[in-house]
């Protein structure tokens, strides 16, 4: 199922991408996995939290069903994070988006929010939780595979 991925044409993506949520434990993470099979090879991706999380299993679950996984990535905080430059900051959460706003205060870096879905509200099966997880994780690759949302657009 992941050849079924098409890379992004260079020229519609940034050199460098940070994906921030809440924990670093869902989406983020999913992100960034799903944007280093589709952005072209030397895009430098990361992601981070606002604050200290743990890793979900459901995680490695849904992406492992196309043919990727995080390894042994372990979720972290904005304030690990090396003194890195990045050209955008996509935002999945609320509080990372508050959050991606404060530390890039009189930075030309740009922050873009994309809403997606908790999927850790979802409640009865485990079949339907999994959903939820894949919901999120198809809404990701669909976006970062589109090509489009990488900039807000013109001011």
Not at 80 to 88: A, G, K, P, Q, T
Not at 90 to 118: K, Q
Not at 131 to 139: C, F, G, K, L, T
């Amino acid at each position: 199922m992941a050849d079924d991925i098409t890379p992004v044409p260079a020229k519609t993506t940034p050199g460098a991408v940070l994906f921030v949520c809440g924990m670093n434990a869902i989406r983020s993470p999913m992100a960034e996995v799903i944007a280093r099979s589709i952005l072209p090879p030397g895009t430098y991706i990361a992601s981070a939290g606002v604050r200290p999380g743990e890793r979900d299993p459901f995680v490695d679950v849904v992406l492992d069903e196309i043919g990727l996984d995080l390894g042994n990535r372990q979720p972290q905080t904005l304030d690990e994070l090396e003194d890195d430059y990045f050209d955008v900051i996509v935002t999945l959460a609320p509080e990372g988006h508050h959050r991606a706003l404060e530390l890039t205060r009189g930075n030309a870096v740009e922050v873009i929010y994309w809403p997606t879905p908790d999927p850790t509200v979802a409640t009865g099966t485990r079949e339907r939780i999994l959903d939820a997880y894949r919901e999120v994780r198809d809404m990701l690759k669909q976006r970062i595979a589109s090509g489009k949302g990488w900039s807000r657009g013109p001011a």
